[in-house]
DNA sequence: GATGAATGAGTCTTCATTCAT
DNA sequence: AATGAATGAAGACTCATTCAT
């Protein structure tokens, strides 16, 4: 089969995923019935079923995709020169997810916390989801390792720890966001800053 | 049975809850039956019917009360004399929280994400969930107050930002252990002492 | 015991009838629920049950006095002095069935209407309106038999037939009343009346 | 399966109907469970489900149904030319409806009890009822009306009044003979015409 | 006797998934 | 390969009735 078979799946698969996310994120996991999807892809019943095996894969997919789409967005910002302090760098990453959410008007932060939530009851999902926090975790420790390097952190700062906080930070931004309200990225980046985090990389 | 005392009726009560609980936590609020309920509770279909209308109220219940169980926890900490540092008392917060659900047997931050993810299809529980952590960041607000009249924030630091940035620690320490792990307490406080927040509330 | 003992039993009897009777009308039959009635009656579940065994003879109960009702209501209208002619005769029953209704505030033509229903799966309930009506049924063909005797039918007319047919029109008014509306017992003797039997007794 | 045939879906619409008019006939409305007509159907609950919204919508279809099979009955007697005189006409309504009962083994008058008492306590079933009576009384009106010009009835006779009598006669009927029994067209008619109303059209 | 909390079988309904066409 | 009608196992909830106190 040519390539253009290949391309038309991969097409309807993602036209599926597509309404899927949009499904999830209006109605959460469990209230999204596999007809609100069907209907929703504009695709039947047995097509959809032929493209994923069941509901929990497609919600794995979702979430992966969504998760594939935050690396692409994050990653960039980790590898960008020169590396800003942290402060800096945290609310470009808490801005980013902001931002993404706002202009695609796929909610980044409500699929998260959809995901958490049942990642609780699903081991397979958990594993996913935990894979791409540690590692993305990791690349933050790099970082944190530049900043130190850089005489950005104290001198018995460790990358790791410094990692786990401003991961913290901002998957705390997110629930915070979405359940709270009345906050955003600047906010959160002024308040560290009061805390006395190097906000320009002076001290 | 002749009327049941007040302090009979809320046994039984709280013996349903504590059921309701049990089983939210082990299975996620969805795959949790009413009959999982039921049979954990000990009673019949009809006596937990009678104590809660429904599944809703239920879960209602179990977030309120584990809201309510934390409150009880935290506000014993903002209120401490003499006034922690920031990280200090960041710290405190998070292990009161950690040790309560491996002391209790009952996980309270496992309870917090399937909350938060159900919030964002039920505005009931969405509001109380909100109201209360409005109140606890109001609350670690005038906290930043005082920390900034006795000079632990920057000068020109906004008690209400530091107060926001906190709050985010804090839930984000609860998605990391929950999702990610391979995290305590004292490695986000260590990580943000890395990054420069007053340990000591010595500069 | 005393007969006042008797005497409370059949008042603590009636009160629970009444509030049955009230229910059904409102709700109907089955959409009462024995909750419904035990409130409206002030008594507990175990008072009603002691006095009634369960819902079905709270509902032949409340049929069977209903048609006692009826009975007291109708049979003085059938032995006046003088006998009025058919159609007056016929105007009066459903009048007085009309105007019992309206005094009263409890509708026999409601309660009528769901025991019809109810009597064609409770072969109990069944008999004791069959029984019932027969009994009128006959009662009013001993009425024909006095009308034929003054002449006021045709030589011809067998008396069965006569009171199979005006027990008809009363059922049927009855029924027309509580479905369609906009008709009274006068509508219906007037039609008849134009039909061509005889009202004043004269031909 | 493809998309099914209009007349398929029609006609499983019909078997579930058949099946669902079978049940309430022999056990009531209240006492047919959705298991009884899904059982009685053949078909699974699922199927029936997507051809009814619920056992409200089948019980206004069953009796939907057995009106328009009633109506489509009686409109051709009261078309019919030359134009029976009123006793007459009654009467083949009459046997019409029971003639129809005992062919098909399905007995519109016990549907019709069920019906009126449902209609007490759902508004939609009562204005579709009321609605049906309340036509096919204009219809007989107009009768009434050919018959007065045709000298069949009294001078001063109000047709309104003669169709609301004779309605009332015929609902009657259905009422007495489900009830109370050893009642056929036949008598009824005799009754009437005992009563002196036309038999023949002539005086 | 009286109370009313508790029971649990029974109801309606939904929805992920399959498979005949 | 695609379709979408059909499946049927759950699930939430009700309510007539009982019986321990």
Redesign the pocket.
Known sequence: MPKISDEKRAARRMQILDAARACFQKNGLH?????DIIRASG?????V??YFK???ELILAAVTTSLGTLRALLEPLLKAEPLPPPVKLTERIMSTIDDFSKREGYDLKRIALLGWSEAQRNENLHATMRGFYAAFRDLLAGTALRWKEEGLLHDGASPDDVAKALLAVILGFVVEAAIVGDVGPKDIAAGLGGLGVNKSGLR
Chains 1, 2, 3, 4 share one sequence.
Request: net charge negative; proline share 0%.
């Open positions: 209230a999204t019935t596999m007809e695709l039947s019943a047995g097509a079923y032929s069941g509901k929990d």
